[in-house]
């Protein structure tokens, strides 16, 4: 068998089992999605996977949205790397004459015919040329295009003022305007996985909404073979019902099992990346991507914008007598912001749902009925900075020691701090330290302890909170910190991960 034959099958079977991923959406509790495509010509070279929302979903700037289009380009090794010039070039995306940016503006403008806001995505285990100017205008946010980095450059001359005239020439459009509404419907997502990855993650969903995982030990792919099958038989555009009798049939259904308590599901959103569908799981969420580029506040907004909403949203959305589960796909700042605000004297029962290894989830609620285990507690180590003030910082580093990032940052920032707190769980830092829920509200506990321990003249001056852990315990850590008096969480610079990169996050009280 000749190698693009394989290559064209494998293909076929990667968009599978995308299209399987995507169809999970259709068994989640809170789900919005109507139903879910394949191989669904609604949308001409965006046909491979199409999501329908019904009611509308909501895009990263919080506008309603109708229809997630998914176009899948696998490739058998990583031999080739994307360009900005790639999008405009047939040959990328295996075609003759049309090329996907040509494509991508067909698509757009027919569903903007059909008063329609829909987002149209590029899938490809390929990643970005690294001396490529591509590479600074695709942002964490989804996979969006940064669109203000893109205006940068006031002439055709400039680095982006080459790319928007090439583009804009390409696609036939008038003005810089008119690409700009084209871009932002485009999302890339780039270094989408391996097949076994794409197999691994979708695994993790099928378990999650009561489906048979696929069985890694057999050559043959059950799921793949199925919707294969059913497309021969002209089957394109899937609702629940119907997709699950047919998982029935194939005994693949193995139902989910009814959860013990009946918590409310709600959401506070600020990254988009692998929390693109919490509106499925949530009954209640609050979407954040608008105030950020990435990790990065955008210009015009400040933290405490962020924390004002967040407040508001906590005072409508929970209430006392009620059971709830808070998922946090957010910032450090975020995750202490909604601790803060639902207090131990607020009297909600929330707990915090935390990601884990392998990609899985776990709710944190702590169980006070069995509290006996004897918990690793921290160990502290203190730095003494002379002559600099009385503030103090406190370096929580559970998965690694931030000690020398956060004594860069002060002294760059000149802040006031006389003192640093070092907190390391005992054993050393690592991604297991916590070992559940009731390890987690234990540590909160003991931090709290910790920092009502400064001194008078401690307590009079401003506690800088530097953090590297699980959002769930800085969750918990929020809910006792009314006593801190006035505080800063600061947010630290993963792109660059340069020493001492930490911007100021929220302050409380207001």
Known sequence: MSNSVVARMQGDDYQALYFWLMACRLFQEHTRVNSVGYEY???????????????????????????????????????????????????????????????????????????????????????????????????????????????????????????????????????????????????????????????????????????????????????????????????????????????????????????????????????????????????????????????????????????????????????????????????ASIAFAAGYHLNVSSGVDVAPVQKVFRGGKQIWRPDEQNQQKVYPDWEYAETTLSGKGHDVAIAIGVKHDITEDVLVYINQANLPVGRIITCLVEGGPSAFAIQDANHALFLADRITAKVKSRNIHERTGHLHIFYAGPNALLFFIGKLAKSFGKCTIYEYDFDTQMPGKYQPGITFPK
Request: proline share 3%; net charge neutral.
């Open 41 to 331: 010509d609604l949308a001409k070279s965006f046909d491979d996977v199409v999501v329908i929302y019904d009611p509308p979903s909501i895009d990263e700037q919080g506008n309603p949205l109708h229809m997630d289009f998914y176009q899948i380009k696998y490739h058998v090794a990583q031999e080739g790397t994307i360009t900005w010039q790639s999008l405009c070039d047939p040959a990328f995306i295996n075609a003759t004459s049309v090329s996907f940016l040509q494509k991508l503006k067909n698509a757009y403008q027919l569903m903007k015919q059909q008063g329609k806001n829909c987002r149209f995505h590029l899938v490809t285990p390929w990643i970005i040329n690294p001396t490529d100017p591509l590479r600074i205008l695709i942002s964490n946010t989804g996979g969006a295009l940064r669109l203000s980095k893109l205006m940068e450059g006031k002439t055709d001359a400039s680095q982006m003022g080459k790319i928007r005239a090439v583009w804009r020439e390409h696609m036939g459009l008038a003005s810089d305007q008119e690409l700009l509404e084209v871009l932002a419907s485009l999302r890339l997502i780039l270094g989408s996985g391996t097949m076994v990855q794409l197999t691994e993650r979708l695994n993790d969903r099928l378990l999650a909404v009561g489906l048979q995982p696929i069985n890694e030990a057999v050559n043959t792919h059950t799921y793949v073979n199925l919707i294969q099958n059913l497309f021969k038989k002209g089957k394109v555009l899937f609702q629940k019902q119907e997709l699950l009798e047919c998982c029935k049939r194939e005994g693949l259904w193995r139902g989910v099992t009814a959860s013990s308590t009946s918590a409310i599901e709600v959401g506070i959103r600020s990254f988009y990346r692998w929390a693109e569908n919490m509106e499925d799981e949530t009954e209640n969420m609050l979407p954040l991507e608008k105030y950020f580029e990435g990790r990065y506040l955008k210009e015009g907004y400040s933290w405490q914008n962020i924390a004002s909403e967040i407040e508001e949203f906590i005072k409508r959305s929970f209430v006392r007598g009620k059971q709830y589960n808070l998922h946090l796909d957010a910032h």
